[in-house]
């Protein structure tokens, strides 16, 4: 089983949609979860980390958690145009190494 | 806004060369990391890199593989002799205080080609 897995897509939605991202994982040491935005020949910018069960919300952006279940999803509401990009999840157990999905690449058509 | 810069943006060599890809990290940023991600695959963590020590590195970071920082700006991967599969796009890092990994700000990639 991979570490972590994040269907790569891709996902096309009609602009003012909620995208709705998920990866699974298998390494019950992960604590730290994040999700990151990645255009076209750029790095991975970050847009939100939790590291707890439950739910973290930052303007039309919620990341959820479900430890138990091995399970993270990331909710983009009002989706928009400018929002299509790849999507990535990634998990530590630490201060240091980042263990990424796959991505998914999201295109908000307007 | 401070940012990670890395040069070159691309980089073509042939197979068994040298290559050194450089990274200039945030200014006051003290851990560094590079990371690689080979066309169509994962991001992947190569090494992590604190007090001119490497701190982490994963089985991929192999004796083809050094990091320096050779002066206070500066922060390098060196691939002693290159190989086909060593053809990715590698992500420099750095982070202020190396507590979280979300503080890790990434540079935009170097496009290594080994033909």
């Known amino acids: 089983q991979k570490e972590v897995e994040q269907d790569p897509g891709p996902l096309s939605v009609p602009e003012g949609a909620i995208v709705s991202l998920n990866c699974t994982y298998s390494?019950?040491?992960?604590?730290?979860f994040m999700w990151y935005r990645q255009y076209s020949r750029k790095g991975p910018e970050l847009l939100m980390y939790?590291?707890?069960?439950g739910n973290k919300e930052d303007g039309r952006f919620t990341a959820q958690v479900d430890k138990s279940s091995k399970y993270i999803s990331l909710f983009i509401r009002d989706s928009q145009p400018s929002d299509s990009a790849t999507y990535l999840c990634?998990?530590?157990?630490?201060?240091?190494?980042?263990?990424f999905g796959a991505g998914t690449t999201v295109t908000v058509r307007a | 806004e401070p940012e990670v810069t890395q040069t070159p943006s691309h980089q073509v060599t042939q197979m068994g060369q040298e290559v050194i890809l450089r990274c200039v990290p945030i200014?006051?940023?003290?851990?560094f990391y590079w990371y690689r991600q080979i066309l169509g695959q994962k991001v992947e963590f190569l090494v992590s890199?604190?007090?001119?020590?490497?701190?982490?590195k994963s089985e991929i970071f192999d004796d083809q593989f050094s990091v320096e920082r050779p002066d206070g700006s500066n922060f390098t991967l060196k691939i002693r002799s290159t190989k086909l599969e060593d053809s990715a796009m590698y992500f420099c890092?750095?982070?202020?205080?190396?507590?979280?990994?979300?503080?890790?700000?990434f540079g935009p990639g170097t496009r290594l080609l080994v033909l």
């Open positions: 939790t590291y707890s069960s």
């Open positions: 890092a750095s982070s202020e205080t190396g507590q979280g990994p979300w503080t890790q700000y």
């Open positions: 890199f604190y007090n001119n020590e490497i701190s982490e």
């Open positions: 390494n019950s040491a992960f604590q730290y």
């Open positions: 200014s006051n940023h003290l851990y």
């Open positions: 990634a998990m530590s157990e630490g201060d240091y190494k980042l263990s």
